[in-house]
């Protein structure tokens, strides 16, 4: 039978956590972009959301290239609106339709 301590020193528990805790920061994300999204498209002219928007599309470019994030919008998207839900599975269809980052390339030295 394990013991407590025994489970302590258990990486696989620490893993569960900081898997959990992922979880919870990208579900808090998920929210804030969500109501962004709902106040940006719902109630403002469009200059307005144009404007502002673009920096919150910027990041949340950003945001979904970590296939952690995408991993964690598939679990809970049912949980958002469905517009939403909509704007985001397009984003991330769009984000995979791309072609690779091809990485800088290496600069020579001179001599």
């Known amino acids: 039978m394990e013991t407590v301590k025994d489970l302590a020193g258990d990486p ?3 893993f ?3 898997r959990k805790q ?7 994300l998920f929210s804030l972009f969500e109501r962004a999204y709902l106040l940006m ?3 403002q002219e469009e200059t307005f959301q144009l404007r502002q928007w673009s920096g919150w599309k910027h990041f949340l470019n950003d945001f979904i290239r ?11 998207k049912g949980t958002y609106d469905t517009g939403f839900q909509q704007f985001m599975d397009e984003m991330i269809a769009e984000f995979r339709s791309r072609p690779p980052a ?10």
């Not at 992922?22 to 808090?28: H, L």
């Not at 091809?102 to 001599?111: E, F, I, K, T, W």
């Open 22 to 28: 992922e979880m919870v920061a990208y579900s808090i």
């Open 12 to 14: 696989s528990l620490s």
């Open 66 to 76: 970590r296939e952690p994030v995408r991993t964690a919008w598939q679990l809970s």
């Open 16 to 18: 569960d956590k900081k």
């Open 41 to 43: 498209f719902r109630h």
């Open 102 to 111: 091809r990485p800088d390339p290496v600069p020579v030295p001179v001599s």
